[in-house]
């Protein structure tokens, strides 16, 4: 997305995030999301998910995916499904292959912005949203549109509906997070449940709520999650036989940590923790200005008001850093869990030269984008927006 129209909900985040603020930002980056949305697709996996998806289209086989009239085994087909409707309704257009993808963003939005509110102030709350929106991260998951952005939205809306059943017991919170790993799953395979499975399992652990675990209503999760997956597990045993449901439930993410994933490279094990900087750019400073908070906290054996945001975090981070393929968009998935750590951080901090930092940190990210604009578009980059808003995205 464009930096330059990004400023704006960049500069009204540093004031204090009344209703007002929050609401304008929100409209900011509603405005930056829908200018993107117009943008040719990025390859290579944007590009072949939509050509897959326009194939499924034309074939209307909805429960076997092939790229190039070849059988696919790779991604689970949840992107394809959505992306396909959106065809059939809107036509073939960049903007409709993205929108289902942007909706779940944004109900990511919604997600991180109710699982703070449950448990801290609503300034809180309101800035962790922000924090999430106005992120390098988001910005990018909404343009160049893969099956991480559907994940991260699903999970972390599946942490919300989770954390609130464990404090309220209603039956839509528990129907809600399941459909809402279901579709986790569905994007992006078992990473759909473990990751809201390991935050939720933080608040078990470390509030000691092992009674919520007796819980017979608990049970009826994974029968939903379990039915939810059905049509897709049919194509994958029609198309690749038993070993198209090995591939799915374990070798695709759990070989990828084992090697028995065929995807491998040469990144070392702390690959992710400078691809986490700038992905949480603007907010990376006080990112970890609340994760050392949090578990200093937990160190000390205080209380915290929740323990989901500090361990999915950390323990997803720890999980996929030990992976044997890494690619910087895995971490999306874990943004939101960030951003509330850093909303935390950012209220705990009253030092002036921290925030004059924060300041300029946004000026330097301001100033290199005009220096990059100058320098790809030494013909007049501001007098082409649509140049301007691809280079900048």
Same mark, same amino acid.
Request: charged content about 15%.
């Given at each position: 997305?464009?930096a ?10 540093f004031?204090?995030m009344?209703? =007002?603020?929050?609401v ?10 829908i ?7 990025m390859e ?12 499924m289209?034309?074939?209307? %086989? ?14 689970p ?7 396909e ?8 257009h ?6 289902? &993808?942007?909706?779940?963003?944004f109900?990511?939005l ?21 924090m999430?929106?106005? &992120?390098?991260a988001?910005?990018?998951m909404?343009?160049?549109?893969r099956c991480?952005?559907? +994940?991260?939205?699903?999970?972390i ?11 309220q017991?209603?039956?839509w919170? +528990? ?6 790993i279901?579709? *986790?799953m +569905? ?5 759909g449940?473990m ?11 470390f509030k000691?709520?092992w009674s919520? /675990?007796r ?11 379990g039915?939810?997956l ?5 194509? /994958?045993?029609?198309?690749?036989g038993?070993?198209?449901?090995r591939f799915?439930?374990?070798?695709? &993410?759990f070989? =990828?940590?084992t090697g028995?994933n065929?995807?491998?490279? %040469? ?7 400078h691809e ?21 906290a ?5 209380a ?5 945001s500090?361990t999915?975090?950390? /323990?997803?981070?720890?999980a /996929? &850093?030990?992976?044997?393929?890494? @690619? ?8 939101p869990l ?5 909303? $935390?951080?950012w209220?705990?901090?009253e $030092?002036?030269? @921290?925030?004059? +930092?924060?300041?300029s940190?946004?000026? $330097?990210l ?7 604009l *100058?320098?790809?578009?030494p ?15």
């Open positions: 997305m464009s330059w129209a990004h400023a704006p909900v960049l500069l009204l985040s004031a204090a009344s209703p =007002r603020a929050f304008f930002a929100l409209l900011g980056l509603v405005v930056v999301v200018a993107g949305s117009v943008l040719d697709l290579v996996d944007a590009a072949q998910y939509a050509s897959m998806s326009r194939d289209l034309t074939s209307d %086989d909805w429960l076997q995916l092939h790229h190039r009239g070849n059988d696919y085994l790779d991604k087909p949840l992107l394809f499904w959505l992306s409707l959106s065809f059939k309704i809107f036509g073939v960049n903007w409709s292959y993205k929108l289902p &993808s942007i909706l779940f963003a109900l990511g919604y997600g991180t912005y109710r699982f703070a509110a449950l448990h801290y102030a609503k300034e809180v709350a309101r800035t962790a949203t922000v999430f929106g106005a &992120s390098a988001f910005l990018v909404t343009n160049d549109v991480d952005t559907i +994940l991260t939205g699903s999970v809306t599946a942490i919300w509906l989770g954390s609130a059943w464990m404090e017991r209603r039956w919170q +528990l129907i809600g997070c399941a459909a809402a279901a579709c *986790g +569905l994007a992006k395979g078992p990473m449940a990751a809201p499975l390991i935050a939720l399992g933080g608040e078990v652990v000691k709520r919520l /675990l819980d017979p209503r608990l049970y009826v999760l994974p029968v939903l999650v039915a939810l059905v049509p897709m597990c049919i194509g /994958l045993y029609e198309q690749h038993m070993h198209g449901l799915y439930f374990w070798e695709q &993410s070989g =990828r940590i028995e065929r995807w491998k490279d %040469d990144s070392s094990y702390l690959f992710f923790t986490v900087l700038w992905q949480l750019l603007p907010w990376t400073l006080f990112v970890l200005i609340g994760l050392w908070g949090s578990v200093v937990v160190a000390k054996r205080q915290l008001n929740e323990y989901a500090l999915g975090a950390v /323990l997803v981070f720890v /996929l &850093s030990l992976s044997h393929f890494k @690619l910087p968009h895995y971490l999306y998935v874990i943004v960030f951003a509330v750590q850093g909303a $935390l951080g209220q705990a901090v $030092l002036r030269w @921290l925030r004059n +930092l924060q300041w940190i946004v000026f $330097l301001v100033a290199l984008l005009f220096v990059l *100058g320098y790809c578009f013909e007049g980059g501001l007098a082409l927006p649509h140049r301007f808003l691809l280079m900048s995205s």
